[in-house]
């Protein structure tokens, strides 16, 4: 029961993803890259389902707030301005790296795509690289 305690969330929510990935898919056509779908609702592109998809991520944020969930406790006791520096970081990783987690590791890796392959190795390596250093420091 305590395995389930820990690990049932981030199940829950994995399966969630791979359903709306898989929805959007089958619906659209369309991978559910998130950084290409928020990024295409900006530029104001074309697709009504941009603008839904954009709206059921700040949906689940507002409803996640309004039942009380707490954020995972990794983020507990890290500032607002770390948070945000580290989004736009991401974002511009996603940007040079011509996708995101959803779209190369959910999507892109469930289509056996080699480039998504190595994008997600590198950002991986780069992200445990970068909670050692964050953690630990760099000896001199």
Known sequence: ???LEVF???LMGGALIGLA???LYL???RIAGVSGVVGGAVLLERGVWRYAFVAGLIAAGVGGA???I????ALS???????????VVVGLGAAIGSGCTSGH??????????RSLAAVVTFMTSAALTVFVARHGIAP
């Open 66 to 68: 309004a039942l009380n």
């Open 77 to 87: 006791g890290v500032a607002w301005q770390t948070l945000g520096a580290s989004g």
């Open 70 to 73: 707490q954020p995972a406790q």
């Open 21 to 23: 990935a898989g929805g």
């Open 105 to 114: 590791g959910v999507c892109g890796l469930g289509r056996l795509s080699s």
């Open 27 to 29: 619906l659209t056509g």
């Open 1 to 3: 029961m305590a395995l």
């Open 8 to 10: 049932g969330p981030a």
